[in-house]
Protein backbone atom coordinates (compact mmCIF):
# COMPACT_ATOMS: atom_id res chain seq x y z
CA UNK A 1 0.00 0.00 0.00
CA UNK A 2 1.55 3.52 -1.23
CA UNK A 3 0.54 6.64 0.89
CA UNK A 4 1.04 9.86 -0.56
CA UNK A 5 0.16 12.81 2.11
CA UNK A 6 0.16 15.93 0.86
CA UNK A 7 0.08 19.23 2.50
CA UNK A 8 1.32 23.30 2.30
CA UNK A 9 4.22 22.21 4.33
CA UNK A 10 6.11 19.92 6.82
CA UNK A 11 6.42 22.36 9.64
CA UNK A 12 4.31 24.03 11.97
CA UNK A 13 1.38 22.96 14.21
CA UNK A 14 -0.55 20.68 11.38
CA UNK A 15 2.67 19.59 9.81
CA UNK A 16 3.70 18.14 13.23
CA UNK A 17 0.61 16.43 13.16
CA UNK A 18 1.43 15.22 9.65
CA UNK A 19 4.69 14.19 9.98
CA UNK A 20 4.42 12.13 13.42
CA UNK A 21 1.50 10.46 11.41
CA UNK A 22 3.94 9.67 8.16
CA UNK A 23 6.76 8.47 10.36
CA UNK A 24 4.27 6.26 12.32
CA UNK A 25 3.27 4.41 9.08
CA UNK A 26 6.97 3.88 7.64
CA UNK A 27 7.57 2.30 11.04
CA UNK A 28 4.56 -0.40 10.72
CA UNK A 29 5.55 -1.06 7.56
CA UNK A 30 3.68 1.18 4.93
CA UNK A 31 5.31 2.47 2.15
CA UNK A 32 4.41 6.44 2.81
CA UNK A 33 5.64 9.79 1.22
CA UNK A 34 5.03 13.47 1.42
CA UNK A 35 4.50 15.81 -1.24
CA UNK A 36 4.53 20.15 0.24
CA UNK A 37 4.88 23.40 -1.20
CA UNK A 38 7.50 24.42 1.42
CA UNK A 39 9.57 21.88 3.13
CA UNK A 40 11.21 22.45 6.88
CA UNK A 41 12.69 19.56 7.58
CA UNK A 42 15.32 17.23 5.80
CA UNK A 43 13.33 14.49 5.65
CA UNK A 44 14.24 12.78 2.41
CA UNK A 45 10.29 10.76 1.93
CA UNK A 46 9.33 14.38 1.78
CA UNK A 47 9.37 16.44 -1.49
CA UNK A 48 8.72 19.90 -2.23
CA UNK A 49 7.23 21.22 -5.47
CA UNK A 50 7.53 24.21 -7.07
CA UNK A 51 4.67 26.45 -9.00
CA UNK A 52 4.02 24.54 -12.57
CA UNK A 53 0.71 26.72 -13.52
CA UNK A 54 -0.53 30.28 -13.70
CA UNK A 55 3.37 31.27 -13.75
CA UNK A 56 4.89 33.83 -16.07
CA UNK A 57 8.21 32.08 -15.52
CA UNK A 58 10.16 30.25 -12.59
CA UNK A 59 13.74 32.75 -12.94
CA UNK A 60 13.51 34.97 -9.68
CA UNK A 61 13.46 37.99 -11.23
CA UNK A 62 10.13 37.11 -13.39
CA UNK A 63 8.39 35.52 -10.27
CA UNK A 64 9.54 38.93 -8.62
CA UNK A 65 8.37 41.07 -11.30
CA UNK A 66 4.79 39.04 -11.51
CA UNK A 67 4.38 39.99 -7.57
CA UNK A 68 5.29 43.53 -8.45
CA UNK A 69 2.41 43.29 -11.38
CA UNK A 70 -0.32 41.82 -9.28
CA UNK A 71 0.18 44.34 -6.63
CA UNK A 72 -0.21 47.68 -9.21
CA UNK A 73 -2.76 45.25 -10.74
CA UNK A 74 -1.79 43.82 -14.54
CA UNK A 75 -3.34 40.78 -13.59
CA UNK A 76 -2.89 38.22 -16.77
CA UNK A 77 -4.97 34.98 -15.36
CA UNK A 78 -7.62 33.82 -12.79
CA UNK A 79 -4.61 33.36 -10.13
CA UNK A 80 -3.57 36.87 -9.86
CA UNK A 81 -6.72 38.46 -10.48
CA UNK A 82 -8.08 36.53 -7.59
CA UNK A 83 -4.92 37.39 -5.42
CA UNK A 84 -5.38 41.08 -6.33
CA UNK A 85 -9.08 40.61 -4.45
CA UNK A 86 -7.73 39.41 -1.89
CA UNK A 87 -4.94 41.59 -1.24
CA UNK A 88 -6.86 44.48 -1.65
CA UNK A 89 -9.51 43.80 1.01
CA UNK A 90 -6.47 42.07 3.85
CA UNK A 91 -4.73 45.68 3.40
CA UNK A 92 -7.53 46.52 5.69
CA UNK A 93 -8.97 43.64 7.47
CA UNK A 94 -5.60 41.18 8.05
CA UNK A 95 -7.09 37.60 8.79
CA UNK A 96 -6.69 34.29 7.19
CA UNK A 97 -8.53 33.94 3.46
CA UNK A 98 -7.20 31.38 0.78
CA UNK A 99 -8.28 30.82 -2.95
CA UNK A 100 -8.74 27.46 -3.92
CA UNK A 101 -6.98 28.93 -7.12
CA UNK A 102 -3.28 28.06 -6.81
CA UNK A 103 0.06 28.25 -8.68
CA UNK A 104 0.13 24.47 -7.91
CA UNK A 105 -1.38 21.44 -10.37
CA UNK A 106 -0.29 18.76 -8.30
CA UNK A 107 -2.35 15.89 -9.87
CA UNK A 108 0.11 15.22 -12.76
CA UNK A 109 2.62 15.06 -10.07
CA UNK A 110 4.42 11.81 -10.09
CA UNK A 111 4.07 11.29 -6.58
CA UNK A 112 0.36 11.58 -7.14
CA UNK A 113 0.87 9.05 -9.92
CA UNK A 114 2.63 6.52 -7.82
CA UNK A 115 0.01 6.49 -4.99
CA UNK A 116 -2.37 4.04 -4.17
CA UNK A 117 -4.33 6.45 -2.02
CA UNK A 118 -3.90 10.06 -1.64
CA UNK A 119 -4.23 11.98 1.88
CA UNK A 120 -4.92 15.16 1.71
CA UNK A 121 -3.81 17.81 4.83
CA UNK A 122 -3.82 21.47 5.42
CA UNK A 123 -3.41 22.27 1.65
CA UNK A 124 -4.45 26.01 1.44
CA UNK A 125 -2.47 28.12 -1.08
CA UNK A 126 -1.36 24.78 -2.62
CA UNK A 127 -3.50 22.35 -4.02
CA UNK A 128 -5.24 24.07 -6.75
CA UNK A 129 -8.88 22.29 -5.78
CA UNK A 130 -10.36 22.92 -9.39
CA UNK A 131 -7.43 20.68 -11.35
CA UNK A 132 -6.96 18.58 -8.63
CA UNK A 133 -10.17 16.89 -8.15
CA UNK A 134 -11.27 17.26 -11.65
CA UNK A 135 -8.00 15.01 -12.85
CA UNK A 136 -7.51 12.51 -9.42
CA UNK A 137 -9.69 9.55 -9.90
CA UNK A 138 -7.66 7.40 -6.81
CA UNK A 139 -8.99 7.31 -3.56
CA UNK A 140 -8.87 10.17 -1.27
CA UNK A 141 -8.86 10.89 2.38
CA UNK A 142 -8.76 14.53 3.31
CA UNK A 143 -7.91 14.83 7.50
CA UNK A 144 -9.55 18.36 8.11
CA UNK A 145 -6.96 20.75 9.94
CA UNK A 146 -9.09 23.40 9.79
CA UNK A 147 -12.51 24.51 8.92
CA UNK A 148 -11.24 26.11 5.21
CA UNK A 149 -12.17 23.01 2.90
CA UNK A 150 -15.65 23.36 3.74
CA UNK A 151 -15.77 26.87 3.26
CA UNK A 152 -14.95 28.97 0.77
CA UNK A 153 -11.93 31.47 1.37
CA UNK A 154 -12.19 31.62 5.35
CA UNK A 155 -10.02 28.92 7.35
CA UNK A 156 -12.87 29.37 10.87
CA UNK A 157 -16.95 29.72 10.68
CA UNK A 158 -16.65 31.96 13.44
CA UNK A 159 -14.34 34.37 11.41
CA UNK A 160 -17.12 34.02 8.32
CA UNK A 161 -19.82 35.24 10.66
CA UNK A 162 -17.78 38.19 11.69
CA UNK A 163 -15.99 39.43 8.47
CA UNK A 164 -18.45 37.61 5.97
CA UNK A 165 -19.65 41.33 4.69
CA UNK A 166 -16.26 42.74 3.90
CA UNK A 167 -15.43 38.84 1.91
CA UNK A 168 -18.97 38.42 0.70
CA UNK A 169 -18.29 37.98 -3.05
CA UNK A 170 -15.18 36.45 -3.05
CA UNK A 171 -16.34 33.78 -0.36
CA UNK A 172 -19.81 32.90 -2.37
CA UNK A 173 -17.29 32.35 -5.22
CA UNK A 174 -14.93 30.40 -4.00
CA UNK A 175 -17.19 28.21 -2.17
CA UNK A 176 -18.73 27.77 -5.73
CA UNK A 177 -15.80 26.95 -6.97
CA UNK A 178 -15.33 24.19 -4.42
CA UNK A 179 -18.91 22.86 -4.37
CA UNK A 180 -18.75 22.07 -7.54
CA UNK A 181 -14.81 20.62 -8.21
CA UNK A 182 -15.16 18.64 -4.40
CA UNK A 183 -18.91 17.30 -5.00
CA UNK A 184 -17.72 15.61 -8.14
CA UNK A 185 -15.48 13.67 -6.18
CA UNK A 186 -16.74 9.58 -6.16
CA UNK A 187 -14.03 8.60 -3.93
CA UNK A 188 -13.43 10.69 -0.72
CA UNK A 189 -13.12 10.15 2.36
CA UNK A 190 -13.18 12.41 5.57
CA UNK A 191 -10.85 12.43 8.89
CA UNK A 192 -12.54 15.07 11.48
CA UNK A 193 -10.14 15.20 14.20
CA UNK A 194 -12.82 15.88 16.80
CA UNK A 195 -16.41 15.55 16.89
CA UNK A 196 -16.82 19.19 16.72
CA UNK A 197 -15.44 18.52 13.70
CA UNK A 198 -16.97 16.20 12.15
CA UNK A 199 -20.36 17.91 13.19
CA UNK A 200 -18.87 20.86 11.22
CA UNK A 201 -18.68 18.49 8.24
CA UNK A 202 -22.22 17.49 7.96
CA UNK A 203 -23.31 20.85 7.60
CA UNK A 204 -21.40 21.19 4.39
CA UNK A 205 -23.00 20.32 1.92
CA UNK A 206 -20.49 18.81 -0.65
CA UNK A 207 -18.48 17.02 2.62
CA UNK A 208 -21.76 15.27 4.21
CA UNK A 209 -22.64 12.03 3.68
CA UNK A 210 -19.51 11.03 3.04
CA UNK A 211 -17.72 8.74 4.86
CA UNK A 212 -16.32 10.67 8.51
CA UNK A 213 -14.22 8.55 10.70
CA UNK A 214 -12.84 10.70 13.78
CA UNK A 215 -8.83 9.59 14.72
CA UNK A 216 -6.92 12.33 16.77
CA UNK A 217 -3.97 14.22 15.35
CA UNK A 218 -0.50 12.04 16.07
CA UNK A 219 1.50 13.62 19.00
CA UNK A 220 4.48 12.08 20.51
CA UNK A 221 4.87 11.79 23.32
CA UNK A 222 8.52 11.57 23.47
CA UNK A 223 8.73 15.26 22.36
CA UNK A 224 7.01 16.42 26.55
CA UNK A 225 8.89 15.33 29.60
CA UNK A 226 6.94 15.30 32.49
CA UNK A 227 9.26 17.24 35.24
CA UNK A 228 9.27 17.06 38.89
CA UNK A 229 7.14 20.75 39.41
CA UNK A 230 9.82 22.12 41.87
CA UNK A 231 12.22 21.33 39.19
CA UNK A 232 10.33 22.78 36.55
CA UNK A 233 10.12 25.89 38.34
CA UNK A 234 13.92 26.38 39.57
CA UNK A 235 15.14 25.78 36.22
CA UNK A 236 12.57 28.50 35.40
CA UNK A 237 13.45 30.87 38.07
CA UNK A 238 9.87 30.83 39.78
CA UNK A 239 8.79 30.65 43.45
CA UNK A 240 7.96 26.92 44.38
CA UNK A 241 5.08 28.30 46.57
CA UNK A 242 3.41 30.44 43.95
CA UNK A 243 0.32 29.23 42.23
CA UNK A 244 1.54 29.30 38.45
CA UNK A 245 -0.75 28.75 35.36
CA UNK A 246 0.53 28.74 31.65
CA UNK A 247 -1.02 30.23 28.57
CA UNK A 248 -0.05 29.50 25.05
CA UNK A 249 -0.55 30.87 21.67
CA UNK A 250 1.58 32.24 18.47
CA UNK A 251 0.17 35.88 18.93
CA UNK A 252 -1.50 37.00 22.62
CA UNK A 253 -3.14 39.71 21.21
CA UNK A 254 -5.00 36.42 18.74
CA UNK A 255 -8.50 37.71 20.00
CA UNK A 256 -9.42 33.83 19.26
CA UNK A 257 -7.16 32.65 22.00
CA UNK A 258 -9.27 34.58 24.74
CA UNK A 259 -5.98 36.00 26.76
CA UNK A 260 -7.81 39.24 27.69
CA UNK A 261 -10.70 36.99 28.93
CA UNK A 262 -7.68 35.00 30.97
CA UNK A 263 -5.51 38.25 31.97
CA UNK A 264 -9.44 39.28 33.78
CA UNK A 265 -10.03 36.01 35.47
CA UNK A 266 -6.82 36.62 37.30
CA UNK A 267 -8.20 40.22 38.73
CA UNK A 268 -11.75 38.18 39.61
CA UNK A 269 -9.14 35.16 41.41
CA UNK A 270 -7.61 38.15 43.14
CA UNK A 271 -4.46 36.09 44.74
CA UNK A 272 -1.21 37.73 44.74
CA UNK A 273 0.14 34.15 44.68
CA UNK A 274 -1.33 34.06 41.32
CA UNK A 275 1.46 34.14 38.34
CA UNK A 276 0.67 33.55 34.59
CA UNK A 277 3.16 31.93 32.36
CA UNK A 278 2.61 33.24 28.69
CA UNK A 279 4.24 31.58 25.95
CA UNK A 280 4.17 33.21 22.65
CA UNK A 281 4.80 36.66 21.22
CA UNK A 282 3.88 39.54 23.37
CA UNK A 283 1.95 41.91 21.09
CA UNK A 284 0.31 43.65 23.65
CA UNK A 285 0.13 45.64 26.50
CA UNK A 286 0.45 44.14 29.65
CA UNK A 287 0.20 45.98 33.15
CA UNK A 288 -0.55 43.06 35.51
CA UNK A 289 3.20 42.37 37.36
CA UNK A 290 1.86 38.69 38.05
CA UNK A 291 2.29 37.78 34.62
CA UNK A 292 5.80 36.67 33.26
CA UNK A 293 5.82 36.72 28.92
CA UNK A 294 8.34 33.94 28.11
CA UNK A 295 8.00 35.39 24.29
CA UNK A 296 7.89 32.81 21.19
CA UNK A 297 9.21 28.95 22.55
CA UNK A 298 10.25 26.42 20.02
CA UNK A 299 12.88 23.93 22.07
CA UNK A 300 10.05 20.89 23.01
CA UNK A 301 12.13 20.31 26.51
CA UNK A 302 11.56 24.24 27.46
CA UNK A 303 7.99 24.12 26.83
CA UNK A 304 7.56 21.10 29.03
CA UNK A 305 9.20 22.63 31.76
CA UNK A 306 6.67 25.48 31.39
CA UNK A 307 3.67 23.05 31.19
CA UNK A 308 5.32 20.80 33.97
CA UNK A 309 5.79 24.19 36.17
CA UNK A 310 2.20 25.01 35.95
CA UNK A 311 -0.14 23.58 38.37
CA UNK A 312 -2.79 24.16 35.73
CA UNK A 313 -2.78 25.05 31.75
CA UNK A 314 -5.33 27.50 30.75
CA UNK A 315 -7.04 27.58 27.24
CA UNK A 316 -10.29 29.07 27.19
CA UNK A 317 -10.07 29.33 23.25
CA UNK A 318 -13.21 30.84 21.24
CA UNK A 319 -12.53 28.13 18.38
CA UNK A 320 -10.09 25.19 17.47
CA UNK A 321 -9.88 22.21 15.06
CA UNK A 322 -7.88 20.30 17.28
CA UNK A 323 -6.40 22.22 20.12
CA UNK A 324 -2.42 20.81 20.42
CA UNK A 325 -1.13 22.75 23.77
CA UNK A 326 -3.96 20.55 25.32
CA UNK A 327 -2.50 17.47 24.84
CA UNK A 328 0.93 18.32 25.20
CA UNK A 329 -0.06 19.99 28.66
CA UNK A 330 -1.45 16.95 29.21
CA UNK A 331 1.74 14.54 28.69
CA UNK A 332 3.40 16.62 31.13
CA UNK A 333 0.91 15.48 33.25
CA UNK A 334 -0.79 19.05 34.20
CA UNK A 335 -4.32 19.45 34.60
CA UNK A 336 -6.17 22.19 31.77
CA UNK A 337 -8.97 24.31 31.93
CA UNK A 338 -10.45 24.82 28.47
CA UNK A 339 -13.48 25.22 26.87
CA UNK A 340 -15.19 22.81 25.22
CA UNK A 341 -13.64 23.44 21.77
CA UNK A 342 -11.41 21.16 19.27
CA UNK A 343 -10.10 17.97 21.18
CA UNK A 344 -11.05 19.11 24.79
CA UNK A 345 -14.40 18.79 24.55
CA UNK A 346 -13.91 14.76 24.48
CA UNK A 347 -10.98 14.47 26.82
CA UNK A 348 -11.29 16.87 29.41
CA UNK A 349 -13.08 15.91 32.67
CA UNK A 350 -12.46 15.83 36.17
CA UNK A 351 -9.78 13.17 36.25
CA UNK A 352 -7.39 15.68 34.60
CA UNK A 353 -8.87 19.14 34.36
CA UNK A 354 -12.44 20.97 33.78
CA UNK A 355 -14.23 22.85 30.88
CA UNK A 356 -15.44 26.29 31.31
CA UNK A 357 -17.18 29.40 29.47
CA UNK A 358 -15.47 32.28 27.85
CA UNK A 359 -16.42 34.60 30.06
CA UNK A 360 -13.55 35.72 32.61
CA UNK A 361 -16.21 34.70 35.39
CA UNK A 362 -16.68 31.12 34.09
CA UNK A 363 -13.28 31.21 32.92
CA UNK A 364 -11.96 32.07 37.05
CA UNK A 365 -14.40 29.53 38.68
CA UNK A 366 -13.33 26.81 36.33
CA UNK A 367 -9.33 27.34 37.54
CA UNK A 368 -10.55 27.90 41.21
CA UNK A 369 -12.21 24.52 40.80
CA UNK A 370 -9.19 22.46 39.48
CA UNK A 371 -6.36 23.71 42.07
CA UNK A 372 -8.98 22.68 44.96
CA UNK A 373 -8.21 19.86 43.15
CA UNK A 374 -5.75 17.06 43.30
CA UNK A 375 -4.62 15.38 40.38
CA UNK A 376 -2.48 11.84 39.39
CA UNK A 377 -0.11 13.66 37.06
CA UNK A 378 1.54 9.55 36.02
CA UNK A 379 -2.47 9.00 34.98
CA UNK A 380 -2.76 11.67 32.73
CA UNK A 381 0.04 11.40 30.74
CA UNK A 382 -0.80 7.72 30.65
CA UNK A 383 -4.35 8.14 29.75
CA UNK A 384 -3.21 11.25 26.92
CA UNK A 385 -0.45 8.55 25.24
CA UNK A 386 -3.36 6.24 24.77
CA UNK A 387 -5.21 8.32 22.90
CA UNK A 388 -2.93 10.36 20.77
CA UNK A 389 0.85 8.54 20.63
CA UNK A 390 1.50 8.26 16.46
CA UNK A 391 1.60 4.52 16.78
CA UNK A 392 -2.33 4.16 17.85
CA UNK A 393 -2.87 6.83 15.62
CA UNK A 394 -1.16 5.37 12.53
CA UNK A 395 -2.70 2.18 13.29
CA UNK A 396 -6.33 3.81 12.96
CA UNK A 397 -5.43 5.51 9.45
CA UNK A 398 -3.94 1.78 8.19
CA UNK A 399 -7.79 0.73 8.69
CA UNK A 400 -8.96 2.92 6.80
CA UNK A 401 -6.66 3.07 3.32
CA UNK A 402 -7.88 -0.32 3.78
CA UNK A 403 -11.23 0.11 3.35
CA UNK A 404 -11.29 2.73 1.51
CA UNK A 405 -9.01 0.86 -1.07
CA UNK A 406 -11.49 -2.01 -0.76
CA UNK A 407 -14.70 0.09 -1.49
Known amino acids: MRILHIALTDGGGAGIGLMNQHRALLQLGVDSRVLVAIKQGKDATVTEMHPNQNVWGSNNLVVLFQKIARRLGLTLNQYDRTHRRIYNIKKKIAIPFSSPITQYDVSHHTLVEWADVINLHFVSG ?18 MRDENPGLGGFHYAETKQVHYKEFADLEDEFLDIKRKAIGSCTKLSIVSLSEIMRHFCDGVDFLANRPNTIIYNAISPDDYTMFQRNEARCE ?23 FVEVLEALDILGDKRLKLLCVGKCDVEITNPNVITLGSISDRRRMSLV ?10 SAQESFGKTVVEALYCGTPVVSTPVGIAAEIIDEGNGALCGGTPYEIAQAIKRVLGNKYNQTEIRQLATEKFAPENVAKQYIALYNETLKN
Open 126 to 143: FVDIPSFFKNVKKPIVWT
Open 236 to 258: LGINPDDIVLSFVCCLLSEKRKR
Open 307 to 316: YSASDAFVSP
